[in-house]
């Protein structure tokens, strides 16, 4: 969720930002955020086929959610 919160992002994109994903476990992690509807998938006709994922409205809202919780614990751990 991280990285579609940047740009639109293929799934060779994807695998290539994230350090160590499987192509399979990054399938099977898009196919639940779909299904929670916090990303979106748009496929384009041709060949090769191409397929992009976003961020939805609900994604946007939940990634502000976590910028936010990492923003306080890195105070906290600063007061540390």
Same mark, same amino acid.
């Not at 990054?26 to 979106?40: G, M, P, R, S, T």
């Not at 961020?55 to 919780?69: F, V």
């Given at each position: 969720?991280?990285?579609?919160?940047?740009?639109l992002?293929?799934? %060779? +994109?994807l695998?290539?930002?994230?350090?160590?994903?499987? +192509? *399979?476990m990054?399938?099977? +992690?898009?196919?639940?955020?779909? &299904?929670?509807?916090?990303? &979106?998938k748009?496929t384009?006709? /041709?060949?090769?086929? *191409?397929?992009?994922?976003?961020?939805?409205?609900? /994604?946007?809202?939940?990634?502000? %959610? #976590? *910028?936010?919780?990492q923003?306080? /614990? #890195?105070?906290?751990?600063?007061?540390?």
């Open positions: 969720m991280w990285q579609l919160g940047k740009v992002s293929t799934l %060779a +994109q695998e290539r930002n994230i350090n160590g994903v499987s +192509q *399979k990054l399938l099977e +992690q898009l196919n639940e955020l779909l &299904d929670y509807q916090v990303i &979106d748009h384009f006709e /041709g060949y090769p086929l *191409k397929v992009e994922y976003c961020l939805t409205k609900r /994604g946007t809202r939940l990634l502000q %959610a #976590i *910028k936010i919780m923003e306080v /614990g #890195i105070d906290l751990m600063k007061e540390s």
